[in-house]
């Protein structure tokens, strides 16, 4: 069983729902800005295989739906951003981001581009998404990226995934059985892939539903050029 597939049945058997997002005071406490390494998405080009999804899921009060320029693959949250200069436990600063994005840079100059398929839909207990098939590229920018800068796992990382919209219920209200079988019909479901050739670590503002990410450093892959054969991707071009 893959790990998409044993996050499905793990939602199937608890049926619960939580109180998805980042505005959740619960998670981002005091916090008004986070900083998270991305892969942007422009889901603007699939938008009419989006269309029948979002429809299916709107009809469901507690859904929020997220907007086009909201979508994204999550890699790795860096941490609440720290405006007093002085960092604490799961937080950054500004000054830190800078040394951050820099490590990145290097660690992924020999880092290939890759596809990704979207195809799938899935839920958590706090969101419902489409599932990010590919060949185990993602994990290994998790691992890059949180070696090179020195970053804990995120506790609800889960598999690589385009969230579509957040679950806005108290935590532990019962998934109605019409959610379960709205996603068992897409689970198939293909929505369209794209090839990942850069990773963002952008900002984001924690006081709004659905803010602006504000790119830190855009980081392109395989930007190191093999003196040998001047091939920019690690394993051919």
């Known amino acids: 069983m893959d790990s998409f597939e044993r996050a499905w049945r793990e939602f199937k058997q608890e049926r619960r ?75 950054v600063t500004q000054g830190s981001l800078k040394k951050i994005s820099s490590k990145a840079k290097e660690a992924l100059a020999d880092f290939s581009p890759f596809e990704v398929h979207l195809q799938g839909l899935g839920a958590f207990p706090a969101a419902a998404y489409v599932e990010a098939h590919e060949n185990g590229e993602i994990d290994a920018l998790r691992r890059v990226l949180r070696e090179c800068c020195g970053l804990e796992p995120f506790e609800r990382e889960g598999p690589p995934h385009l969230t579509l919209a957040y679950f806005k219920a108290e935590n532990g209200t019962a998934a109605p059985p019409e959610l379960i079988s709205t996603v068992e019909r897409y689970r198939d479901w293909y929505v369209g892939s794209f090839t990942a050739r850069e990773v963002q670590l952008s900002l984001l503002d924690l006081t709004q539903e659905y803010a602006r990410f504000e790119p830190v450093a855009r980081i392109p892959l395989a930007t190191r050029k093999d003196p040998k054969s001047d091939r920019t991707s690690r394993g051919g071009a």
């Not at 406490?29 to 603007?44: K, N, Q, Y």
């Not at 979002?54 to 999550?74: G, I, K, W």
């Open 17 to 91: 729902l939580e109180f998805g997002g980042h505005t959740d005071p619960d998670w981002r406490g005091e916090h008004d800005l986070s900083a998270a390494f991305i892969l942007p998405v422009d889901t603007e080009v699939f938008s009419e295989r989006l269309g029948p999804l979002r429809e299916a899921l709107s009809r469901f009060s507690f859904v929020s739906l997220h907007p086009d320029h909201f979508m994204h693959v999550s890699l790795v949250i860096v941490g609440f951003v720290e405006p007093s200069g002085r960092e604490a436990e799961g937080t």
